[in-house]
């Protein structure tokens, strides 16, 4: 994680900062089997290849595709608030929840 101290960052630098751990997130699903292991816990069941193969290329898309600022508005102002960029790593669940958004569309 990013040692600066968020009094150091501008609003600019900690939407860069939540984009980059997004960005690795969104990388780390690209590989099969951190996709498959993923899915299969999260869904209970395995996916298919024709499943994969497109949410794969959802995620990739995703990768290019500005930060949804309404969707990390409350971490954005939490650290800006509390002056610490480790906030990120505790607050994982908002970065799923935008993931979540995208496996679910491949649950049938």
């Known amino acids: ?8 960052l501008s609003t600019n630098g900690i939407i860069n900062l939540i984009g980059g751990v997004r ?3 969104i990388e780390e699903f690209l590989h099969d089997d951190q996709l498959s292991t993923y899915y299969k ?10 499943k994969k193969k497109f949410l794969k290329q959802e995620l990739t ?13 409350k971490l954005i ?4 608030e509390t002056n610490k960029t480790s906030i990120v790593k505790q607050n ?3 970065f799923y929840q935008e993931l979540l958004t995208v496996f679910n ?3 049938i």
């Open 1 to 8: 994680m990013n040692s600066v101290s968020a009094s150091t």
């Open 23 to 25: 960005k690795h997130l």
């Open 41 to 50: 816990e999260q869904f209970k069941k395995e996916i298919t290849d024709i």
């Open 61 to 73: 898309e995703l990768l290019v595709t500005p930060l949804d600022l309404v969707h990390y508005s």
């Open 77 to 80: 102002k939490e650290i800006k």
């Open 92 to 94: 994982s669940s908002i």
């Open 105 to 107: 569309k491949y649950v």
